[in-house]
């Protein structure tokens, strides 16, 4: 077991219903690739600006800096909140989770 599989999370695991939820906003969305990316998805981090509706996190190591090239923007359309993915040459690297207060709570007992 590498150190990156000892200091993450599956995020099936620890969030069965919102992994459910991300891979079928991605098939609605046509993005079948991503979708198939989730099962595997670990949670590496969480973000840590502070603000109280913020429950986003990594699935790969945080850049220093922006992204860079090969990076795009995946907006999804949740019932509640808002989620949008950050993907790096087709790799989902960030799941943003927004105003979802459960997701939040649970997060940080997770990842203090």
Do not use: W
């Not at 999804?76 to 950050?86: E, F, S, V, W």
């Amino acid at each position: 077991m590498s150190d990156h599989d000892r200091k993450s999370t599956v995020l099936s695991d620890a969030f069965p219903l919102l992994s459910q939820e991300l891979q079928q906003l991605l098939r609605d969305a046509g993005e079948t690739d991503l979708a198939s990316q989730v099962p595997g998805l670990r949670i590496v981090d969480r973000c840590r600006c502070g603000d109280d509706f913020c429950a986003s996190f990594y699935t790969l190591p945080k850049p220093n800096g922006a992204y860079g090239p090969g990076h795009r923007n995946v907006a999804l359309t949740p019932a509640k909140g808002m989620l949008i993915l950050d993907v790096v040459d087709d790799v989902i690297a960030q799941v943003e989770v927004l105003y979802r207060n459960d997701i939040r709570q649970k997060l940080l007992a997770v990842l203090p």
